[in-house]
Protein backbone atom coordinates (compact mmCIF):
# COMPACT_ATOMS: atom_id res chain seq x y z
CA UNK A 1 0.00 0.00 0.00
CA UNK A 2 3.25 2.15 0.22
CA UNK A 3 1.78 3.88 3.31
CA UNK A 4 4.00 3.71 6.71
CA UNK A 5 3.08 3.38 10.28
CA UNK A 6 4.15 5.85 12.67
CA UNK A 7 5.21 4.41 15.88
CA UNK A 8 3.59 4.68 18.90
CA UNK A 9 5.72 6.79 21.87
CA UNK A 10 6.79 5.07 24.47
CA UNK A 11 7.38 8.17 26.91
CA UNK A 12 3.01 9.39 26.22
CA UNK A 13 -0.07 7.38 26.07
CA UNK A 14 -2.20 9.23 23.42
CA UNK A 15 -5.90 10.40 24.08
CA UNK A 16 -6.29 9.21 27.76
CA UNK A 17 -8.33 11.21 29.38
CA UNK A 18 -7.02 12.13 33.07
CA UNK A 19 -9.77 12.19 36.22
CA UNK A 20 -13.14 13.81 34.73
CA UNK A 21 -11.77 15.82 32.04
CA UNK A 22 -13.56 15.19 28.44
CA UNK A 23 -10.49 16.53 26.76
CA UNK A 24 -7.38 15.75 26.65
CA UNK A 25 -3.84 17.41 28.49
CA UNK A 26 -2.00 19.62 25.54
CA UNK A 27 -6.00 20.44 23.92
CA UNK A 28 -5.65 23.88 24.69
CA UNK A 29 -3.13 26.69 24.54
CA UNK A 30 -3.22 29.42 26.93
CA UNK A 31 -0.99 32.68 25.26
CA UNK A 32 -1.20 34.67 28.12
CA UNK A 33 0.81 32.31 30.43
CA UNK A 34 2.15 30.84 27.57
CA UNK A 35 0.82 27.35 28.97
CA UNK A 36 -0.73 23.84 27.75
CA UNK A 37 -4.13 23.02 29.39
CA UNK A 38 -7.29 20.99 29.10
CA UNK A 39 -9.80 22.37 26.87
CA UNK A 40 -12.72 21.08 28.85
CA UNK A 41 -12.12 23.63 31.79
CA UNK A 42 -9.38 25.72 30.43
CA UNK A 43 -7.56 24.60 33.52
CA UNK A 44 -3.78 24.61 33.32
CA UNK A 45 -3.20 22.18 36.46
CA UNK A 46 -2.25 18.87 34.75
CA UNK A 47 -2.60 16.77 36.98
CA UNK A 48 -5.81 17.94 38.83
CA UNK A 49 -8.36 15.05 38.21
CA UNK A 50 -11.34 16.48 38.57
CA UNK A 51 -12.66 19.06 35.95
CA UNK A 52 -14.20 21.55 37.42
CA UNK A 53 -16.99 21.57 34.51
CA UNK A 54 -17.78 18.17 34.46
CA UNK A 55 -17.69 17.45 38.78
CA UNK A 56 -19.34 14.16 39.76
CA UNK A 57 -22.50 14.70 41.47
CA UNK A 58 -21.91 15.52 45.24
CA UNK A 59 -18.68 16.95 45.25
CA UNK A 60 -17.88 20.46 45.60
CA UNK A 61 -15.31 22.79 43.35
CA UNK A 62 -12.80 23.07 46.66
CA UNK A 63 -12.63 19.31 46.60
CA UNK A 64 -11.55 19.09 43.12
CA UNK A 65 -7.93 20.74 44.35
CA UNK A 66 -7.23 18.57 47.02
CA UNK A 67 -8.20 15.19 45.68
CA UNK A 68 -4.99 13.22 44.27
CA UNK A 69 -7.49 9.86 42.92
CA UNK A 70 -5.97 9.18 39.72
CA UNK A 71 -8.11 7.82 36.62
CA UNK A 72 -7.26 7.42 33.15
CA UNK A 73 -10.65 7.25 30.90
CA UNK A 74 -9.81 5.81 26.80
CA UNK A 75 -11.14 7.71 24.41
CA UNK A 76 -13.86 5.43 24.04
CA UNK A 77 -15.30 5.77 27.18
CA UNK A 78 -14.76 9.26 26.91
CA UNK A 79 -17.11 10.05 24.20
CA UNK A 80 -19.72 7.56 26.10
CA UNK A 81 -19.29 9.98 28.96
CA UNK A 82 -19.89 12.59 27.32
CA UNK A 83 -22.59 11.74 25.70
CA UNK A 84 -24.79 10.80 28.84
Known sequence: SGLSRLASSGLHEEDVHFGTH???WGSWFD???QAWGY????????????CPK???A???????EED???VRVSQRMADFLERC
Open 22 to 24: LEV
Open 31 to 33: RES
Open 39 to 50: ACCRGLKRKRPL
Open 54 to 56: NLP
Open 58 to 64: GAAAEDA
Open 68 to 70: ELE
